[in-house]
């Protein structure tokens, strides 16, 4: 933007100043507003092809802690979130993961003892987590929830929680089933004690006007998945609907349908590339998204912010990702995304 230097110094001198500023200034915000967008866009971009970061704030470390177990790609994209959010805020990224909730909490305490400048963590199963998230509170330590542990977070010391409502996401579960004409549905839940997956269910029955029946199954073996499910269907003929509660068992649940001779309408929550070329396909009735990106990209976000500048969002509220119902008709706009592992 041009800088205008002057030696008036009458009245009048100041008025034709007024006007000539008002003129520079119109044309040169004209300019910033026309080109300003794209050169920011054109920085970033050059910053990340070149390793560097869009700010010069310290290189803050901040450490994720989830409960996936190995090779959920739901946290895989949460993972993808939160690493692109570090390369721009030049944070040095730390993750790990357990689905078992005593090593989980080990996790955090040893991120604790080294000292990171930020910690965010999944409360799945949140009396384990308690203790330990505790320590980094006292600490100092920064944390933020995601995922899962909405209702403990703020009590916990959280700074805010980022997720879905997972009452909600059941609800419009339930509306959704509704809206199909279904009348017998089954849920399938493949964590036992994790509240989150419990509320989904919960929140499936309360809006669904047909029967929810609940199916507890071995999350970390697919072939028992797929088993429970096919045993299930054979068992009961009257199940016209399956509901996974996690992106990978979809197709466990499309493979026990079709041995079962089912003809049951799938449907999951969660997304991933596999399911949004199934929807698109015809395969899977709906999915429900909550956005994973979403949640590990503006945790890391928010914790930068938070060290940089004390920003916190939501109010005491959770800021929500979701949930959103993905039909046919939208899976063929989110196909790239999800291709790329950002949605």
């Excluded at 310290?58 to 090779?71: E, F, I, N």
């Excluded at 579960?173 to 493949?190: F, N, Q, S, T, Y």
């Excluded at 004390?310 to 196909?335: C, E, N, R």
């Amino acid at each position: 933007m041009t800088r205008l230097r002057t030696g008036l110094r009458t009245g009048g001198g100041r008025a034709a100043v007024g006007a000539v500023l008002a003129l520079a200034l119109t044309g040169a915000l004209a300019g910033c507003s026309s080109t300003g967008g794209k050169r920011a866009e054109d920085a970033r971009k050059a910053a990340a092809a070149q390793g560097r970061s869009a700010v010069d704030t310290p290189r803050w470390t901040v450490a994720m802690v989830t409960h996936s177990g190995d090779g959920d790609t739901f946290w895989d994209i949460v993972q993808n979130g939160a690493e692109q959010a570090a390369a721009k805020d030049n944070i040095n990224f730390l993750y790990a993961h357990s689905d078992e909730a005593q090593q989980q909490a080990q996790l955090i305490d040893s991120y604790v003892a080294k000292g990171v400048d930020g910690l965010i963590v999944t409360l799945a199963k949140p009396d384990a987590m308690k203790a330990s998230v505790a320590k980094a509170v006292k600490a100092g330590i920064p944390v933020i929830t995601v995922n899962s542990g909405a209702e403990q977070s703020k009590a916990f010391g959280a700074l805010t929680h980022i997720g879905q409502d997972e009452t909600v996401a059941g609800q419009a579960v339930g509306e959704e089933l509704d809206k199909r004409g279904r009348k017998k549905a089954l849920c399938v839940l493949h964590e036992q004690g994790n509240v989150g997956h419990e509320q989904r269910c919960a929140g499936t029955k309360e809006t669904f006007g047909g029967e929810l029946v609940n199916l507890y199954v071995d999350g970390t073996n697919m072939p028992d998945v797929k088993a429970s499910i096919e045993a299930k269907l054979q068992a009961d003929k009257g199940i016209d609907s399956v509901v996974t509660l996690g992106a990978p068992f979809a197709d466990a649940a499309v493979q026990a349908a079709k041995s079962a001779g089912s003809k049951a309408e799938i449907d999951t929550f969660d997304l991933n590339a596999k399911v949004a070329a199934a929807l698109e396909a015809g395969t899977l009735g709906f999915a429900v998204d909550q956005q994973p990106y979403l949640q590990g990209y503006e945790a890391v976000d928010l914790l930068w912010l938070y060290r940089y500048n004390a920003d916190v969002l939501g109010g005491g509220k959770p800021v929500l990702t979701g949930p959103q119902i993905i039909t046919k008709d939208q899976a063929g706009a989110l196909k790239r995304y999800a291709e790329r592992g950002t949605r």
